[in-house]
């Protein structure tokens, strides 16, 4: 058994990172609309929102001129089930027996402003935005029972609850931006355009809590951790700014094709962080470790590596049925700092297609699924699956989107009695996590 120990742990991220690995690999939220969303997250080719500034700035002028006010709010729930494998002495076979159960609930908001001015054939569009963007939300708790040792023949629970111990992380990076599109109307009455947009990363404050709850310890305290409560805070301040581009090119008039580039950016700094230790046996980052016969929480400060996205389109609105539009998304994404041969992929895709049938007088149907590859290499690739809906009233327009996915990995238990981190997953039965994330969004639009 061996560790390598990196002075600055994996500072990437995926659209899909696991939640117990948001203090390191922060979460990315989604900022564009709920029609992009339910359309497998085709947010290049198909947004409809100010959240365009980041994904695609071409998009915003592809708005009747005027005033348009878009505002965002999304519940996402995210379920963590950590299992252990058992013996069924009844059936005499081993089976899978759940020992933790949590699940958390997160709200965000977001509003957005975009002006369409059109000069004959010409078309120029500004926007501002302010939406979250990364999450480092993380909340784990686990119940403690001990043992009550009853006499026989006693009728009674034996194993009455100890106590709890819990983990959290909690911080999100806003952004606020603005941008602005140029287009040119072709003779088919399609749009060549162009957009640019500059992000700001917004300061926030990270905050890790430990805290061992003692409820009853009349029983003994021997299946509680011996760790020392914790409260770590950080201010993170940052002069962090990132820029895109974007084109949307109509080649016929079915095919449009868009192109978008997102810059890297470096938020925090090296001094900040202290060493983190990098597990070969489960082959993901290790927040945990005994030091001097100690359990010691090992993330002190943040560094943190958005990468670089490179982003292409395809969108078919068939002459068949001018209701429907088929779309189809590559996002590439890549960093080439503090990456790890053999656990981590520097490069990494992900994979989008998603469909809308509109028809009139009725609410339009939305799908999508997104195939998206793990940055870790024992982490499978996720897929997810987008569905979505829509309504107009006058000038106000309301869009419906939800997405579902599931992620599984073997990890070490969090509290462990001993120091587990030098053994084996086939030795000491390493935890079996799946993690199920619920995300609905709401986007409300009005045009003035």
Same mark, same amino acid.
């Given at each position: 058994?061996?560790?390598?120990?990196?002075?600055?742990?994996?500072?990437?991220?995926?659209?899909?990172?696991?939640?117990?690995?948001?203090?390191?690999?922060?979460?990315?939220?989604?900022?564009?609309?709920?029609?992009?969303?339910?359309?497998?997250?085709?947010?290049?080719?198909?947004?409809?929102?100010?959240?365009?500034?980041?994904?695609?700035?071409?998009?915003?002028?592809?708005?009747?001129?005027?005033?348009?006010?878009?505002?965002?709010?999304?519940?996402?729930?995210?379920?963590?089930?950590?299992?252990?494998?058992?013996?069924?002495?009844w059936d005499e076979a081993l089976g899978e027996t759940?020992?933790? #159960?949590?699940?958390?609930?997160?709200?965000?908001?977001? !509003?957005? %402003?975009? +002006?369409?001015?059109? *000069?004959?054939?010409?078309? /120029?569009?500004?926007?501002?935005?302010?939406?979250?963007?990364?999450?480092?939300?993380?909340?784990?708790?686990?119940?403690?029972?001990?043992?009550?040792?009853?006499?026989?023949?006693?009728?009674?629970?034996?194993d009455p609850i100890a106590g709890y111990q819990s983990?959290?992380?909690?911080?999100?990076?806003?952004?606020?931006?603005?941008?602005?599109?140029?287009?040119?109307?072709?003779?088919?009455?399609?749009?060549?355009?162009?957009?640019?947009g500059v992000n700001d990363i917004i300061d926030t404050?990270?905050?890790?809590?430990?805290?061992?709850?003692?409820?009853?310890?009349?029983?003994?305290?021997?299946?509680?951790?011996?760790?020392?409560?914790?409260?770590?805070?950080?201010?993170?301040?940052?002069?962090?700014?990132?820029?895109?581009?974007? #084109?949307?090119?109509?080649?016929?008039?079915?095919?449009? !094709?868009? %192109?978008? +580039?997102?810059?890297? *950016?470096?938020?925090?700094? /090296?001094?900040?962080?202290?060493?983190?230790?990098?597990?070969?046996?489960?082959?993901?980052?290790?927040?945990?470790?005994?030091?001097?016969?100690?359990?010691?929480?090992?993330?002190?400060?943040?560094?943190?590596?958005?990468?670089?996205?490179?982003?292409?389109?395809?969108?078919?609105?068939?002459?068949?049925?001018?209701?429907?539009?088929?779309?189809?998304?590559?996002?590439?994404?890549?960093?080439?700092?503090?990456?790890?041969?053999?656990?981590?992929?520097?490069?990494?895709?992900?994979?989008?297609?998603?469909?809308?049938?509109?028809?009139?007088?009725?609410?339009?149907?939305?799908?999508?699924?997104?195939?998206?590859?793990?940055?870790?290499?024992?982490?499978?690739?996720?897929?997810?699956?987008?569905?979505?809906?829509?309504?107009?009233?006058?000038?106000?327009?309301?869009?419906?989107?939800?997405?579902?996915?599931?992620?599984?990995?073997?990890?070490?238990?969090?509290?462990?009695?001993?120091?587990?981190?030098?053994?084996?997953?086939?030795?000491?039965?390493?935890?079996?996590?799946?993690?199920?994330?619920?995300?609905?969004?709401?986007?409300?639009?009005?045009?003035?």
């Open positions: 058994m061996c560790y390598k120990i990196l002075y600055i742990i994996i500072i990437t991220s995926t659209i899909y990172s696991q939640s117990f690995f948001n203090r390191i690999v922060p979460e990315e939220l989604y900022y564009n609309d709920a029609r992009s969303m339910s359309m497998g997250k085709t947010n290049i080719s198909t947004g409809q929102s100010s959240g365009n500034i980041i994904s695609n700035p071409a998009l915003l002028s592809n708005y009747i001129d005027g005033i348009h006010i878009d505002m965002n709010i999304d519940f996402r729930s995210i379920s963590e089930r950590r299992s252990i494998i058992f013996k069924d002495d759940d020992y933790v #159960f949590n699940q958390n609930n997160y709200f965000n908001h977001s !509003l957005g %402003l975009i +002006y369409n001015q059109s *000069l004959d054939r010409f078309k /120029i569009a500004g926007a501002i935005s302010q939406k979250p963007f990364l999450s480092l939300n993380y909340n784990y708790e686990e119940e403690v029972r001990g043992d009550a040792n009853l006499a026989d023949g006693v009728i009674g629970i034996k983990y959290s992380t909690s911080g999100t990076l806003d952004v606020r931006s603005a941008g602005i599109s140029f287009s040119l109307k072709n003779n088919q009455n399609r749009y060549f355009s162009f957009g640019i404050r990270l905050t890790d809590k430990i805290k061992l709850t003692i409820i009853d310890d009349s029983y003994g305290l021997d299946n509680m951790s011996s760790i020392d409560d914790i409260t770590n805070s950080y201010l993170l301040t940052t002069e962090s700014r990132f820029h895109t581009v974007g #084109f949307q090119i109509p080649i016929t008039n079915e095919f449009v !094709l868009t %192109l978008s +580039y997102e810059e890297d *950016l470096l938020i925090g700094s /090296i001094s900040d962080v202290d060493q983190l230790l990098w597990s070969s046996i489960v082959g993901l980052p290790q927040l945990f470790d005994y030091i001097e016969d100690e359990l010691t929480y090992l993330p002190l400060g943040f560094i943190y590596q958005k990468p670089e996205k490179r982003n292409l389109g395809f969108t078919y609105y068939p002459k068949s049925n001018v209701n429907m539009l088929l779309t189809f998304e590559i996002t590439n994404r890549y960093w080439d700092l503090y990456v790890w041969p053999g656990y981590t992929n520097n490069e990494i895709n992900e994979y989008k297609i998603g469909f809308e049938y509109d028809p009139y007088n009725s609410y339009p149907i939305r799908a999508g699924l997104v195939y998206s590859e793990s940055i870790f290499d024992a982490i499978e690739p996720t897929t997810t699956l987008t569905l979505g809906t829509g309504a107009k009233i006058g000038k106000i327009e309301f869009d419906f989107a939800m997405n579902y996915s599931t992620t599984k990995y073997k990890y070490f238990d969090i509290f462990p009695l001993e120091n587990i981190f030098i053994h084996d997953c086939q030795d000491i039965g390493c935890d079996n996590v799946t993690e199920n994330k619920l995300t609905f969004l709401t986007t409300l639009k009005i045009g003035f």
